[in-house]
């Protein structure tokens, strides 16, 4: 259903990365600067000891103090300015990243593999690692080869004993990271499904109270939660066991170097200065690696993610902006429309073909299972259409602009869901920018007006979490009342009296009325006869065929058996036997 992005067309996290680029190019100019200076305190110390205690001469010592302090003060600007712009990149790249990152999970969702608020975990990650210290090892690191040198400009020996350190560092960190690789990945991957089992239990919290249900949801979720505990426990140990091994061996070398010093001092191969300096030089160089080791997991978890989100972005990549299209008439064409879901064995709708004219009502009756809700989706965009077309005013559906083309477009889905917020911010379509008067008009063309202002405080009521503190006919009516907002030339309704009262259902009906009095193009699921009052025409879907289509009062008559009725009904629809579907029947 959905096509992998090719591989030389990069992917948003691809582009932003890229974008940060100078960023990351600054930090390493800061890096240099900031390693050089960290040169300061040995080079004191090694003066000290070797002109002022040998010549006493307290203006040297004053002098050496006092460009040394200022060396520091650069140091810690350095230092302070680096962290701010890896802060600064890594809040961008959250910012940048946040909403083609929601659009591929909703894209997830819709194509049946959703991925929940995970994604934004795994970037929540990164943002994490790139703006903390772990990420500034790895812009150290190069600078451990050059404090090596130093020291060995000192004293061969010396040098050797530092690179032979930091050689073990190394391996201590290689081994570390092929140890925790697979049970820190397979650890992310286990915490990802407990966290989309959580959330779905969440969803669904008025069942499982109801039925008790929490128990079993419990172990389910303490079994996924416990897989990833083992996972991370393993990685855990194995880092813990390498993070110490690294400290002993610095530690170790930190003596060494000072016993090995002091020997040359006494040899008079080495003055008290350079030993001192030597010391202090061997920790700054090994500092990068042990703090490597010690964020290693972080950088794992990190590029985890890395990898989970490039994956999700190709799969799932933007679609075209689309051409910004005149408003729409409201007419709808169907042609050949078939859908398969990319896990199915067989078509859900196969050859769908007809036509509705502009103002014109259609609903829509079948069994359960015949693809009437699919034929909604499509119809809204949803999904896209495995084979033929739909078509709003003779442009493909999934050409419009998605913005635009959800101005003109209502939808009110079986499963009604409501977002945290306001009456009137669901009303209006959680925009930020909306008039009142537009909030107030949707609402008084659902008949949902004296409804809201019966609430506790009417059109500013929070709803709670999916609309908790609303009833299942006032949440329909209250996502009709969104369908509705701004007029749309389209208004799609997916069995819309399903959770209705008498009082709702007459509302309804009120509501269909008078769009169909504005020549609003209306499509109705519906399973109960009494609501066909206001439709034009009338469709019977059977195994995702058209079984008949025509005029509401024709297909009834051909459907309630009316002998009389039926040359007369023949000629306005067709069974679904025949093929092909006629576009237009009326």
Not at 380 to 393: C, E, H, I, N, Q
Request: charged fraction near 15%; charge should be neutral.
């Amino acid at each position: 259903m959905h096509a992998s992005k090719p591989d030389n067309e990069s992917t948003a996290l691809q582009q932003a990365l890229a974008k940060v680029r100078g960023g990351f190019m600054a930090v390493a100019v800061f890096s240099f600067f900031l390693n050089l200076l960290m040169l300061a305190t040995p080079l004191y110390m090694l003066q000290v000891f070797q002109r002022v205690l040998g010549s006493g001469h307290l203006p040297t010592l004053l002098y050496l103090t006092i460009v040394t302090l200022f060396a520091l003060l650069i140091l810690g600007l350095l230092f302070t300015i680096r962290a701010w712009i890896l802060g600064r990149v890594s809040g961008w790249l959250s910012g940048a990243l946040s909403e083609p990152l929601i659009a591929a999970s909703l894209k997830s969702t819709l194509a049946g593999s959703g991925t929940g608020a995970q994604p934004l975990r795994e970037l929540g990650q990164l943002q994490t690692f790139i703006g903390g210290q772990g990420i500034t090892a790895f812009f150290d690191s190069p600078w451990v080869p050059v404090f090596v040198a130093v020291i060995w400009l000192m004293h061969p020996w010396l040098g050797g004993l530092a690179l032979i350190s930091a050689i073990v560092l190394f391996i201590l960190a290689l081994l570390n990271e092929l140890s925790t690789r697979e049970p820190q990945q397979a650890a992310n991957q286990e915490q990802a499904r407990a966290h989309q089992f959580a959330e779905t239990s969440l969803r669904n919290a008025e069942v499982v109270q109801a039925m008790g249900m929490s128990k079993g949801l419990l172990a389910r979720w303490n079994k996924l939660h416990a897989g990833a505990l083992a996972q991370q426990g393993i990685a855990g140990s194995r880092s813990a066991t390498f993070l110490g091994l690294s400290r002993f061996v610095r530690l170790s070398v930190q003596v060494a170097i000072l016993g090995l010093g002091a020997m040359l001092v006494l040899s008079g191969e080495l003055t008290p200065g350079q030993m001192i300096a030597a010391s202090i030089l061997l920790g700054r160089a090994l500092a990068p690696v042990e703090q490597s080791i010690s964020a290693w997991r972080h950088f794992l978890a990190a590029r985890s993610g890395y990898g989970r989100l490039q994956e999700l972005l190709q799969k799932m990549p933007e679609p075209p902006p689309g051409i910004v299209l005149p408003p729409p008439k409201g007419l709808i064409q169907v042609d050949n429309l078939g859908f398969q879901p990319p896990t199915a064995e067989k078509p859900i709708l196969r050859g769908l073909t007809f036509t509705l004219s502009p103002g014109e009502t259609l609903g829509i009756v079948g069994p359960s299972a015949a693809g009437k809700s699919t034929l909604c989706r499509l119809l809204v965009g949803v999904w896209k259409p495995t084979v033929g077309s739909a078509r709003l005013d003779s442009a493909e559906i999934h050409s419009w602009n998605r913005e635009e083309f959800g101005r003109y477009v209502g939808y009110l889905p079986q499963d009604v869901e409501l977002f945290s917020g306001t009456v009137r911010e669901n009303i209006a379509r959680m925009e930020e920018t909306h008039d009142d008067e537009e909030v107030i008009a949707a609402a008084r063309l659902a008949d949902v007006h004296d409804m809201v202002l019966r609430l506790p405080n009417g059109y500013d009521t929070q709803i709670g979490v999916g609309g908790a503190m609303l009833s299942a006919g006032q949440r329909q009516r209250v996502g009709l009342a969104r369908a509705l907002f701004r007029e749309p030339r389209v208004v799609v309704l997916d069995e819309p009296n399903s959770n209705l009262d008498r009082v709702g259902e007459n509302a309804l009906q009120q509501t269909l009325k008078t769009l169909q009095e504005k020549g609003t193009t209306v499509i109705m699921v519906v399973h109960h006869a009494r609501i066909l009052e206001n439709t034009d025409k009338l469709m019977l879907i059977e195994e995702g065929r058209i079984a008949a289509f025509g005029p509401r009062d024709e297909v009834l008559a051909r459907l309630g058996g009316n002998d009389r009725a039926e040359p007369a009904a023949r000629s306005k629809f067709t069974v679904a036997s025949a093929a092909p579907v006629p576009g237009q029947t009326s």
